[in-house]
C-alpha cells in the first residue's frame, strides 16, 4: 500500500551473515506503531487536524518523545496547510522521511581503529541492561571482522557475569582477564588493558559491574576505572558504550544523562527492540542526546547486534 516493502541493497549487505530479516525482527514494534500507523492511514481519510492528532498521539505513546514529535507534526501540519501532502500515500512518505532525518545524525559506526595501541572499549549500563552478552556479541563480530580482541571481566561484584564472560571468551575463542569476586574492578581493567598491549591485540573490550544511575558512589567507581587504564594509555578508553534497554522508555533518557555526565558516554548499544511493542525510544535518544547509537539488539544470537541504520530501522519499523 505505502510502498515500504523494497529494501537497498547496501542495507542487506551490511547486515551480518545468517542475519534474521530486520522486519522480522522488529516484528512487535511494527505491529503496535506500524499496523496502527497503517490504520491510521486507510483509503479514503482525509488529512486533516483530527488525523494529525491522531498520529501526534500514536508517536507519543510509542515513546518517541515529546520534542521529537511535535517537531515532526509541525512539519506535517505545514505542509498539509501549503497543500503539499494531500493523500495518504504522500504523508506516510514524508513522515518517514521526517523519522530517518531524525535519526542519521546520530548513525555513526563503532570504529576500532582510532587508536595507536589496544582500542579500549568501557561498557557501562545498569542491571539487565544485556551488557554482559552484548560484550560476547560485539567481540564475535569484531572478531569476524578479523580484529584480535581481548576481554577484561570488571563485574567483580557477581560471580555469575564473570562466569558468563568466561564462557563467551571459550565459545568464540576470545581471552578473558579474571580475578575473584569481590576483586577491585580497576585493578582487572588496569591487567586487561596491559595484556592487551603485551600480546599486540587490537580492541580490549572491558566489562563493569552494572548499578544504578543514581548510586553516586558506584558511579565514582566508574570513574576510578576510567583514570586508572588512563595511567597506562592517556588516551583510554577510545569508546565509553553504554547499554540500554530498548523496553525501558523513557527512563532510558534519564540512565543516558546520568552516565554520560559521570563517564563521558562516546555511543550507546539498545538492546531488547525486539521485545517491546514501542520502539519509539531510539527518536528520543536520538533527540534529545545526539551520542551516536553505534548498534542495536534485536535477539539473541550474535548475528542481532546490529549496526544501526535509519533507513532500515525505519522501514522495518513502518
Known amino acids: 500500500m505505502f510502498g515500504f516493502g523494497k529494501k537497498d541493497k547496501t542495507q542487506e549487505a551490511s547486515a551480518p551473515a545468517g542475519a534474521t530479516p530486520l522486519e522480522k525482527q522488529l516484528e512487535r514494534p511494527r505491529a503496535g506503531f506500524g499496523k496502527r500507523l497503517r490504520q491510521m492511514f ?7 487536524d483530527e488525523l494529525l492528532e491522531e498520529l501526534e498521539t500514536l508517536l507519543l505513546t510509542a515513546d518517541v518523545g515529546a520534542e521529537t514529535t511535535t517537531a ?5 501540519t505545514g505542509r498539509v496547510k501549503r497543500k503539499e501532502l ?23 559506526p563503532l570504529d576500532p581503529t582510532a587508536a595507536d ?14 551488557k554482559t552478552t552484548t560484550i560476547g556479541k560485539l567481540a564475535q563480530r569484531l572478531g569476524s571482522d578479523g580484529k584480535s580482541v581481548l576481554l577484561a571481566a570488571g563485574d567483580t561484584f557477581r560471580a555469575a557475569a564473570v562466569e558468563q564472560l568466561k564462557t563467551w571468551g ?19 581493567c588496569f ?15 572491558a566489562d563493569t559491574a552494572g548499578r544504578l544511575h543514581t548510586q553516586s558512589n558506584l558511579m565514582e ?10 595511567k597506562l594509555d592517556p588516551s583510554a578508553p577510545h569508546e565509553v558504550l553504554l547499554v540500554l534497554d530498548g523496553t525501558a522508555g523513557q527512563n532510558a533518557l534519564n540512565q543516558a544523562a546520568d552516565f554520560g555526565e559521570a563517564v563521558g558516554v562516546t555511543g550507546l548499544v539498545v538492546t531488547k527492540l ?32 546490529r549496526v544501526f541504520e535509519p533507513e532500515a530501522f525505519v522501514d522495518a519499523l513502518l
Do not use: Y
Not at 117 to 130: K, L, R, T
Open 191 to 205: 591487567d586487561g588493558l596491559q595484556a592487551a598491549g603485551a600480546r599486540g591485540v587490537d580492541v580490549m573490550i
Open 221 to 230: 567507581e566508574l570513574k576510578k576505572i576510567k583514570r586508572v587504564m588512563g
Open 86 to 108: 494531500d493523500d495518504s500515500e504522500r504523508l506516510m512518505a514524508a513522515l518517514r522521511e521526517l523519522l530517518i532525518q531524525r535519526l542519521t545524525p546520530v548513525a555513526k
Open 117 to 130: 595501541g589496544p582500542f579500549v572499549v568501557m561498557v557501562v549500563g545498569v542491571n539487565g541492561a544485556g
Open 274 to 305: 525486539d521485545g517491546t511493542a514501542k520502539g519509539g525510544m531510539v527518536f528520543a535518544l536520538a533527540q534529545k542526546l545526539g551520542v551516536p547509537i553505534r548498534f542495536i539488539g534485536v535477539g539473541e544470537r550474535a548475528a542481532d547486534l
Open 170 to 188: 571459550e565459545r568464540i575463542g576470545v581471552p578473558v582477564i579474571a580475578q575473584d569476586t569481590g576483586s577491585d574492578s580497576a585493578s582487572v
Open 42 to 48: 486507510s483509503f479514503g481519510r482525509k488529512i486533516d
Open 72 to 76: 515532526i507534526i509541525d512539519d506535517l
